[in-house]
């Protein structure tokens, strides 16, 4: 192997260790089982397909405090292997015990790509969903897993997910803009010459930023982009999701950003159940994934916002997303833009 080769693989570990490192502290957990919609979600849509899990073997990827395999044994299964890397697990086996749950579910401390588990399984369930959907890369360890131990005809929970976009007013923004008007009123001091930095700093960051969306500051009805099948898709085909969007604004507004958010669904004899991040729904702890235009664009009633989108992972960490935007507002058109999400800071390539 060359030096180039073993220092990337190198780089790549020490990524997986920070990614797994950082759910061993309980605030990230507290937070996902805190966040009502997504938790109550998967608990309903484990016990709609009860008729699937009932008596069967499931494999819980990336199970954290094993709730959702907890979730699995209410719904009837006959044995879960809960696979998880980080230290958490320690504290699953007690959430377990406590449970008194020991003989159904079995935790598998390690990544699910080196896990051995006694036999293949029925059911995959899994929580894999980052921000903007494919933050974190989870999913890809989810297809390992389906590609090596779900039976023929195996069921997938969730069994598919939707990406969605639509442009945006972003309010919080526009309000910092114009607070460097405000300092004179305020301290005597005139500050307006601040504001071509501070719209630099703000709107021309090539940073995806994660924020709430209110359904007031959703100028189009949204637009889906793209779709998952989770029973066919594959890793390659990850490595680049792409789509179009056609949105028509509802009125006079300013866009100033573009905003991403996704559901996923769990099938249903009666009618599937969809855990939607939307503006238009109760909040989650994904929020929504906010694309910054480097300039405001004024809209009226029917004015057309177009383009492509790809999302990909980053080169220089794949468990990180970049989103890539050719996009035309109005009369402005052939504008291009690409986004990064990291820890913090951008890494766009």
Known sequence: MSLSGKKKKLDRSAQDNVYFESYS???IHEEMIADKVRTNAYRLGILKNYKAIKGKVVLDVGAGTCVLSIFC???GAKKVYAVEASAIAEQAKEIVKLNKMEDKITIIKGTLETAELPENVDVIVSEWMGYALLHESMLNSVLFARDKWLKPGGLMLPSVAALYIAPINEPVAEDRLNFWSTVKDQYGVDMTCMYDFARKCIMMTSEIAVNSVTMEDVLSHPAKFAELDLHTVTT??????KGSFNCECFGSSSVNALCIWFSVTFPGDDKPLVLCTSPFNQETHWKQSILYLDEAFEVAQDTKVAGEITMSPSVKNPRHVCV????S???HTNK???FSMGDGFPDSE
């Open 236 to 241: 390659e085909q990850l490595e680049s999701v």
């Open 25 to 27: 502290d309980v605030t």
């Open 336 to 338: 291009s833009k690409t």
């Open 329 to 331: 507002i109005g009369e």
């Open 324 to 327: 890539h935007l050719d996009y």
């Open 73 to 75: 044994v209410h719904a």
